[in-house]
């Protein structure tokens, strides 16, 4: 197996971004990429020369590795030949000017076609005859939609009968797998035939592949295709040129071309390395959610805490140069921030009272922040006083912090180097509550069971690369939840032992929860954070419930779930007394009940998982629905 | 044929419409519907009784006539059978305290359930035996993607061979047609036993049916499907209960659900007609836009009057009442209105210079304003001076008015009757221009070839039932133009003989210039006219482009366009020299250029169609991508 250990170079198509071809460009270039394919319409509809963009380009570092595509040209009537070569010719001009050595023609898609390989392959030699007298080459690539070239071996057989030196094979994931090809075979074809890869990736919809392939790509990591294996045979074979994205995708032409762009580098480098190329450190093994931190002011943050007391936190601990709190209860640490010049205080004045940082545990902080690194996440360092510890942190697409802890070697624990602990603390028994309300000590909350995000729409495919990628968590199964004002989708990205486990949640709707959530935090969030309990029913019943903001349970919920789970009249009327609410799976039982939101902007809950494995979606309609009721739209 | 002159009531599901049970109660209430089916996640979800959404709907006026849906009940393993009734009681439980006379079961879906058609009937028996008791009623309803039961043919088989009173079909057009199903043979089904029709359209899709009733269904005549043969069908075979929609769409989970459900019930009353039922006024023949009326004030008047001249307008006549002046060519009347305390000068209120009406010509005025009352459009009147005529005029979803004009017996024109008209408008030959340049004369434009409104992206398929329903008028394919920012969709609406066009355009990104447009507007805008120029270099030649705002067209768009339809090089020169753009179909060749937008609101185009029967779409991305430079976005 011949792998490179140095970097392929990394191109995207133009068509990927968002933009005039000039913003195309320079976010290409912003986010590190060697070069472009650029996109025939893009050229089109600029108002310059081709030699202009040659300029652009490379004033901002960028080869232009392909020009694309030259559509259907083989194989024609002959009386078209002329025509075609003629179209060709016009083209190369335009490559000349661009500085682009290799054009794209994908396989022919009209009726007209003949379906005769023989003369396909003897229109494609003249053609590349023709662009090798001026120095270019030309790629072929079957489209899975072609008239009768659509696999990637038959492109093959029509390259080699050509047997032009101008002349060679352009592979593209999403063609060759759309269709439930491989690349078996792929070690017959010499490497210097292999003249561009390009890369897409796409969730599995069953739907024309034509209409999936314009509008649903997207990078590799973002989708299920197996885009991993596709690029390993790319490396075995001995392919050594740009590894390239072509995306199509609705979203991605809507959305701000720079993040796009570092989403794209981001899948690349991953990809070859998931490949068996250039390689990356391990991902950290994660051992789940040590801390989170809030952002928050000084009123927030009583406010706050007053709703920590109710559902059974105990003040801990202040930070012992910093306006910072910490609430314990079990193994769940809350931090709350109120210290002025902080990362969280600009993560509060743009988003108000929200999580600014999670603290993770990892095997190893270094190998992790290597990794993140390498995939192009920018490190934040907090400034320290004497005697604190320097906790490494990556920020995350959206601003927020993650912070990387291991153990290892180190006499304290954060909470003791940073903190004035509580002597309570130390017993690990929490006192009576520091309210007049005796029912708010400690309820039985053990840690952290999942966190949920409430990301813009357009974030979702971004937030799942960066899960994967950063932290090497894998994507679960999307559900679609009702909102009473709109579709909610939502996808749970969990670590390999289930340890963390965090569900991105969208809505195309302003108008659901989960938009408003969005909009209330201005784009970013936490907004849904369950602490496990060991015991729930005890847990609810020790919590102050109204302080805490338990959110009501329509009595037709229980009428339901009663007739459709057939639960025993005694579980029933515990559950409906306590305002918890059930699901059950293959795997177990799982009981949950829900805070309403705290200022509109996260909400608690509590649950017990006994073997259940999902996130009771199939109540989240429920509390989307009693929140509407609370807080209409 | 037995049809049914009187009308049949009309019925909407809940969950075909946004927000709580409440809200789609009176929104279904405020449209006019008859009854509802009740949805069960909506009473679920649902914080009061089904006692007290008994109590909300009979206070609305609306019946309850069904509830829905009971799955997975039929053909279980035995020993589920006794849970699975168990189920059905707690139902009726619920659905007599609802007031609900019938509920909805379909088929079953899961694997357990047993390929026993016997058995099915025998279990449904059961439970219409157990519903009888009560007085309720069962209807069994055909799931396309049911495990053993898809289609209506074998639900029936099961009724029947059940055989109890209690116990009849539901039929459901969107589970008939997407299976590519009909409803011949449903003359040997005796009508008492068709219980329930449940009706939805869809557009075409190649994707799994799940997926594409779960998230794509509409109203009839929003969509592709022939659901008017299958009515006509429900109705020969002699049904008379409620006509209901069941709607499943991601859209219409999120948009208001008042004007959701007046979609409704206007497509219901358009589909009964249609189908054979109670009848509706022929639809108008269009022969034409007589006018175009934007609303202005007198700072926007001036600067479009002007814009006006350098495309070869000229001043015809001033209002005899009010501060309203026309603008003629050829056949092109333009009313610039600035009257305050007029419907103009409301929508210039809210959508700042815009059209604020129509002038279509009709064959019969009034037959036409009987059909849109029918149809639940509002009816307007302008408040008119001694001697003006009174023109018919109805208000569509967005507000812009329909004037209706027919001249039969009429003596004078509207013009004559409402304007001072200059002297010029008696000979036909508008006199060289009023302003320092000669230019701006007559410059050949003859009629309004088409309007293209810009619409939020959630009000498209409102339009399209509107100009299909109202107007008799046709939905032609989808075009989809990528603008920089994101994708913009495209459907014409043309009428019979295609002298009235009114493509639609939505975007889902509110970047691209039919995105921006709509938001300048407010929502609501014709935001592009195209002139029929009979000649169009002449015309071209004779305006004045830069004060008429000529959108430059990139020199690599010549480059293509040549090598791409092989144009000569004298026709390539001329149209750069001219910045006209080319496109060609089947049918003919077109010659087109575009205006820059007037108050980035709505721009003008200039077009020449020998024969072509499109709109340019192969373009418009130039034009986008040329308006995105002259405005960034």
Partial sequence: MTTASRPLPKSIATVSLSGTLPEKLEAAAAAGFDGVEIFENDLLHFGGSPAEVRGIAAGLGLQVFLYQPLRDFEAMPREQFARNLARAERKFDVMEQLGAGMVLVCSNVQEAASDDPARAADDLRRMAEAAARRGLRVGFEALAWGRHTRRWREAWQIVR????????????????????????????????????????????????????????????????????????????????????????????????????????????????????????????????????????????????????????????????????????????????????????????????????????????????????????????????????????????????????????GAERSIYESDFALADWTRTGAAPVADTANADSGHAGLAGVDHLAQALPAHRFDSFVLFYRTVFGMQAEALHEIADPYGLVRSRAMVSADGRVRIPLNVSDSGLTTTGRCVQAHAGAGVHHIAFRSTGIEGTVQAIDRRRAGMLPVPANYYDDVAARLALDDTLLARLQRLGMLYDRDAHGDFLHAYTAPFQQRFFFEIVQRDGYRGYGAANAAVRMAALTQLEPA
């Fill in 161 to 408: 009968q050509a047997d032009h030196p101008a002349l060679g094979l352009v592979l593209d994931s999403f063609h060759t797998l759309a269709l439930g090809d491989t690349l078996d075979g792929l070690d017959a074809v010499p490497a210097d035939k292999l003249f561009f890869v390009q890369l897409a990736d796409a969730p599995r919809l069953s739907m024309d592949v034509l209409s999936w392939s314009r509008h649903y790509r997207n990078f590799p990591g973002q989708g299920e295709l197996p885009v991993t294996a596709f690029t390993n045979a790319v490396l075995r074979a001995g392919y050594a040129g740009p590894l390239s994205l072509e995306v199509f995708n609705d979203g991605f032409r809507a959305a701000p071309a720079r993040l796009t762009a570092e989403d794209g580098l981001r899948s690349l480098i991953w990809l070859e390395s998931e490949a068996g190329g250039a390689a990356l450190p391990a991902p950290p093994a994660l051992a789940g959610v040590d801390f989170l931190e809030f952002a928050v002011d000084a009123a927030a943050g009583q406010a706050l805490a007053q709703r920590l007391q109710a559902l059974g936190f105990t003040h801990a601990g202040r930070h012992r140069s910093k306006a910072v709190e910490l609430y314990r209860q079990g193994d769940v640490n809350l931090i709350l921030n109120a210290e002025p010049d902080t990362a969280a205080a600009g993560h509060f004045a743009q988003h108000g009272p929200s999580v600014c940082a999670i603290g993770l545990k990892v095997d190893d902080a270094g190998r992790a922040m290597a990794r993140a690194r390498a995939l192009r996440c920018p490190e934040w360092r907090e400034p320290t006083g004497p005697g604190e510890r320097t906790i490494p942190a990556l920020r995350a697409p959206d601003g927020m912090l993650f912070h990387l802890i291991d153990d290892h």
